[in-house]
């Protein structure tokens, strides 16, 4: 489709292994970020990149956390040795510099 | 994906006025919730709605969770300057075990003071 499109929709995970999310952004839009939204609470920043520019990690709750992102498209945002505070919906957005930002529906973490 | 109706998509009045958008939706939903976007920053949450028919404020704000959990609207009062931005409707659509996070299209607003 022509959205932001993020997979899985839905994880359910044992405490202690490694997850990753993917994120696939709108074409042609070169920044993109991910979120994560506890439900309640506002949505919290994680990592932001632009371009080839050094990405902007300064969200990441810990170094279990950890996105990269190939070619300026698609990226993947990895968690290690998960945790049950890790459980949260990880959204994925992608906009031109300055612009509207577009986000994704989301991947469901459940960490049990 | 799928998407939320959000209107109006733009609005441009005077400080001190009313203002007031809503979103609709052929799907029902838990969940509604409402984002306010400024240029250059992320969406920050401005009110959560979990049930049919829930009023709730945030100072200036209040916004509504439809009786038949298919729409929710917002209003602002008496706006000001600052209240300038994107608004944004997002429903979660908790159906079977496909939890997803449908978005509007968003509602920009201008103030002139």
């Known amino acids: 489709g022509a959205g932001v499109s993020q997979s899985p929709s839905n994880k359910v995970t044992e405490k202690g292994k490694d997850v990753e999310l993917r994120c696939d952004p709108i074409?042609?839009?070169?920044?993109l970020y991910w979120y994560r939204q506890s439900l309640g609470q506002g949505l919290e920043f994680l990592i932001y990149f632009q371009g080839n520019s050094a990405p902007d990690k300064s969200g990441l709750p810990s170094d279990r956390f950890s996105a990269e992102r190939t070619g300026g498209s698609v990226s993947t945002l990895t968690i290690q040795r998960t945790q049950q505070e890790d459980s949260a919906v990880y959204l994925c957005?992608?906009?031109?510099?300055?612009?509207?930002?577009?986000f994704g529906e989301g991947s469901w973490l459940t960490v049990v | 994906g799928q998407q939320l109706n959000q209107s109006p998509q733009s609005m441009f009045i005077q400080e001190g006025e009313d203002v007031s958008m809503n979103c609709t939706s052929s799907s029902i939903f838990n969940t509604w919730l409402w984002y306010k976007q400024e240029p250059g920053e992320g969406p920050v949450l401005l009110i959560a709605?979990?049930?049919a028919g829930e009023l709730t404020s945030n100072g200036r704000l209040t916004a509504q969770f439809g009786i038949t959990r298919k729409d929710s609207f917002l209003n602002i009062s008496a706006s000001i300057p600052s209240d300038v931005g994107i608004y944004f409707c997002?429903?979660?659509?908790?159906?079977?075990?496909?939890?997803?996070?449908?978005w509007g299209l968003g509602t920009s607003l201008a103030v002139n003071p």
């Open positions: 997002a429903g979660i659509d908790n159906a079977g075990n496909n939890r997803k996070l449908i």
């Open positions: 709605l979990y049930k």
């Open positions: 957005a992608s906009s031109f510099v300055g612009n509207t930002i577009y």
């Open positions: 074409s042609g839009h070169t920044a």
